[in-house]
């Protein structure tokens, strides 16, 4: 059993911001992608930034690009969510995800993201 340890989230105004952070285990976290996702009531979950620890190539939803920065800590196996200018629509639960790759190392093809094996237990953020 993997076990993503999150921390962060709360409930902040439009236009304030939010950090998250989340830790995997050493092999968990080791060449693979690793990021959100999020799901708001009666939405589908949706990919919102991801990383490949490997390389560090970095990838964001169009709603988040410009807003949101995911960051890396080899040292730490610690995953990253630096939010700003957070919106109403920015409210859902996030959801740090991990162990999944595509094909030349890429966490998402085509604007498809891939499908994670390991999922937190998601954090609330609230944004009024």
């Known amino acids: 059993h993997v076990q993503l340890v999150e921390s962060g989230g709360g409930s902040v105004q439009a236009g304030g911001s939010l950090r998250l952070a989340c830790t995997a285990p050493?092999?968990?976290?080791?060449?693979?992608?690793m990021g959100w996702f999020r799901q708001s009531p009666g939405q589908e979950r949706e990919g919102v930034a991801a990383?490949?620890?490997?390389?560090?190539?970095?990838y964001y939803a169009p709603s988040v690009k410009g807003r949101f920065t995911i960051s890396h800590d080899n040292a730490n196996n610690t995953v990253y969510l630096q939010m700003n200018g957070l919106k109403a629509d920015d409210t859902a639960m996030y959801y740090c995800?991990?162990?999944?790759?595509?094909?030349?190392?890429?966490?998402?093809?085509?604007?498809?993201?891939?499908?994670?094996?390991?999922w937190g237990q998601g954090t609330q953020v609230t944004v009024s």
């Open positions: 995800v991990a162990g999944w790759r595509l094909p030349w190392n890429r966490c998402v093809d085509s604007g498809t993201w891939g499908a994670p094996n390991y």
């Open positions: 990383v490949y620890t490997g390389y560090g190539n970095k």
């Open positions: 050493r092999d968990t976290y080791t060449d693979t992608c």
